[in-house]
């Protein structure tokens, strides 16, 4: 058996899976990790982490194993919140949670454990891991969506490279959520019955705006209306013949762009740079019979573009754009060469179900165009395409 280093963070996944690796035999050792110290913005409790660490030590004392605590807020600040800032800032949509398992759970956390003599790292993610070994004895790890088609986090891992998947071990991808809360209470573990952690990784819940405004100032602007008639609507780039060209595909690929002169002013806003695309709450301009969507912010001239209605034209792209340095294959043996393309299942954000779609790599980088037409393509956020369970790749949305 193997000496396995635990993230317990609190949770009650987290714990079953502790539980699991002991009853596997292996030796394990808890590491709880202190990621944030300020409480700007968090909507519950004044220091989320301090209720975590206690119930990582109930937690850790009931299975008898020990329990290291390290804080790497350092790393998590410039790695991960300093990112998130800065892509606000540049109104794009940043994916806080797929950069801290990237770069802090799989990274420094990793080394973290290495020291402690791991072997492996195990986390409560609910995904799955397979291997397969070349004539040559090469080896290959796959990321496999998890058990539970309504708790599966591989998305949150699209970023993992083969040398992190190596070591990585999720103990309770094969279960269902309801089977690990039953496991918890029958080992009277202290959060069998613990709420979800919702919000930004190791944050937690945030008053998104109240958060973002330790580093990017409020700063009144213009809501403008866009209208579903707006005459370019109805210009929607075509395909011209069964194989598109680059220039078509970029052209289905790019976003609706919007001058003030094209839809009326109706209220005002205390910074684009708070709003992301497909968003519904936060604008406070009510009497509608539908509710206001985001269309584009444009933070240059400090604008947002709305429209009404989940139907509305503006909201709904058939493409999208990733550009070459941003595109990522979890087994880089599975690449597409420019040139080629492949069919996929995507999704664009956590929780979306699975896309039917086509990637396109080409010199200018990758493409995907979806069977049908995707609702809220947000620049910043991460693309992620599967083949059946495996998640294959990953990659920016480039606008």
Known sequence: ?????????????????????????????????????????????????????????????????????????????????????????????????????????????????????????????????????DADGTAHYKLLAGTDPNKDQSYFLCQLSQEQLRYALFPVGDLLKPEVRRIAEEQHLATAKRKDSQGICFVGKVDLPVFLQQKLAAKPGNVHEILPSWPKFARQPALSGSEPTTEELAALAAPWRYTVRDGKKIGTHNGAHFYTIGQRKGLGIGGRKESLFILATDVETNTIYVGEGDAHPGLWRPALHMKPGEIHWLDPARAIAPGEEARFQVRIRYRQPLQEATLYVRNEGAFILFDEPQRGIAPGQFAAWYDGDELVGSGVIAE
């Open 1 to 133: 058996m193997a000496r396995v280093v635990i993230g317990l963070s609190g949770g009650v996944d987290s714990s079953v899976a502790a539980w699991l690796l002991k009853q596997q035999g292996h030796d394990v050792i808890g590491l709880f990790m202190v990621n944030w110290h300020d409480t700007t913005g968090t909507l519950e409790g004044d220091c989320p982490w301090h209720d975590d660490r206690v119930f990582a030590e109930l937690v850790a004392k009931r299975l008898d194993i020990p329990l290291h605590v390290v804080d790497l807020s350092a790393d998590y600040r410039t790695r991960v919140v300093d990112y998130m800032f800065a892509e606000y800032e540049r109104g794009r949509t940043p994916n806080p949670d797929v950069l801290c398992n990237r770069e802090i759970k799989f990274d420094v956390f990793l080394r973290e454990a290495l020291k402690l003599g791991a072997e492996y790292v195990a986390t409560g993610h609910y995904c799955r891991k397979a291997e397969t070994v």
